[in-house]
């Protein structure tokens, strides 16, 4: 089918069912974790387990080793992308966005953190110079490029220092840290030396976009915007129309798809599924309602670390692990009226993935409140 326009309105589950699609959460697929991680065009990685929840919870039989050999293996690496933000990509993939969201960590760097102001005056040129030939010679924590920085900068803030070589060089975490099973501090290395490749001179941003609404649509300007951290993508939207479809939100909000891409029956069921911290598919979009809770009971204000749990497609639940010496609980709260059927089914989905998280522990418990 060819791009156009249409007046069609697709309503707030005809937009969840084709996200959820697209996503993979409608049913668990057998592919590669690769391959699922470059069609999602990376996955959120501020915790180093995060990754692994979110591909169990969208793959058949899914073995976290796959995904631990990868990082170990250079094949995939976790990296500040998307709105700043740690993200798991393949090896290519970070060639490619590092250059494009270059502009969004810059903005951060200067705009939106403390940290730019604290090196006005510095020999900018200088710094990265020197932040990315100690980064070449041995991958470095924050703590060890604050201390050698402040040492040839001591009239500048050591912290920022450290920081403007995170944010305005290509860099990534290495392992251990993000390999299933094991620990360690986060640790950074340049990103072209860790790959031994240059970054893309040329990357393509339409690509992007077109590889976003793939994930993601349909979508707005906006939700693109809000999913990379970029502005002024209508530029590129305006490039690609003649090849994309439009269809209208209930609000009126002009949504642009892919013409051949899946757009599930709104009826289609959606079965319940646990999500990691910060998972994309709740933060990707402008406008949420075709996915957030629709729920008198708010998000737990007592502690940050609670994931979110869709039930018939949208949040409606919320979850997280405490690990004691013998024991691991996985403590679920509902925010809303569940079903008896669905709600048997939030009590087997989390024994199964507390069974993921926590296969060594002596004791497991599952407890449902709400």
């Known amino acids: 089918m060819s791009g156009g326009t249409s007046?069609?309105?697709l309503g707030r589950r005809a937009r969840n069912r084709a996200l959820l699609e697209r996503q993979l959460l409608l049913r668990r697929a057998r592919r590669p974790a690769a391959e699922v991680v470059e069609h999602l065009v990376g996955m959120q990685a501020q915790e180093p387990r995060d990754p692994y929840v979110g591909l169990w919870t969208r793959l058949e039989g899914f073995d976290p080793s796959e995904l631990g050999d990868l990082v170990a293996g250079r094949q995939a690496v976790r990296s500040p992308l998307m709105r700043t933000t740690l993200h798991l990509v393949t090896a290519r993939d970070c060639l490619t966005l590092a250059p494009l969201l270059r502009p969004v960590l810059e903005r951060n760097f200067w705009t939106g953190s403390p940290f730019g102001r604290k090196v006005k005056?510095?020999?900018?040129?200088?710094?990265?110079?020197?932040?990315?030939?100690?980064?070449?010679?041995?991958?470095?924590?924050?703590?060890?490029?604050?201390?050698?920085?402040?040492?040839?900068?001591?009239e500048f803030d050591g912290t920022s220092l450290a920081y403007a070589v995170h944010h305005l060089l290509p860099v990534v975490q290495v392992p251990p840290r993000g390999v299933w099973g094991q620990k360690g501090l986060a640790t950074w290395a340049a990103t072209e030396h860790w790959l031994g490749q240059p970054v893309d001179p040329a990357p393509s941003i339409d690509q992007v976009v077109l590889r976003y609404l793939a994930a993601f649509g349909p979508a707005s300007v906006m939700d693109v915007q809000a999913w990379s951290g970029l502005t002024r993508l209508r530029e590129v939207t305006d490039r690609l129309r003649a090849g994309l479809r439009t269809f209208h939100s209930e609000a009126g909000k002009e949504l642009l798809d892919l013409p051949d891409a899946p757009r599930s029956d709104p009826d289609t069921p959606a079965p319940v599924r646990f999500l990691p911290q910060f998972d994309n598919v709740v933060l990707s979009h402008?406008?949420?309602?075709?996915?957030?809770?629709?729920?008198?009971?708010?998000?737990?204000?007592?502690?940050?670390?609670?994931?979110?749990?869709?039930?018939?497609?949208?949040?409606?639940?919320?979850?997280?692990?405490?690990?004691?010496?013998?024991?691991?609980?996985?403590?679920?709260?509902?925010?809303?009226p569940v079903p008896a059927p669905d709600r048997s089914a939030v009590e087997e989905e989390a024994a199964r993935l507390l069974a993921f998280l926590a296969p060594d522990a002596e004791q497991r418990q599952v407890q449902l409140t709400g």
């Open 121 to 154: 005056g510095v020999d900018l040129d200088a710094v990265l110079a020197a932040g990315r030939a100690l980064l070449d010679t041995q991958p470095r924590t924050t703590a060890q490029l604050r201390a050698e920085m402040a040492e040839r900068w001591p």
């Open 286 to 336: 402008a406008d949420r309602t075709h996915i957030a809770a629709d729920t008198a009971t708010p998000w737990p204000s007592d502690d940050l670390h609670w994931s979110a749990l869709l039930v018939d497609g949208f949040i409606n639940g919320v979850w997280r692990i405490t690990r004691e010496r013998r024991s691991t609980t996985m403590a679920v709260r509902l925010l809303g």
């Open 7 to 9: 007046n069609q309105v």
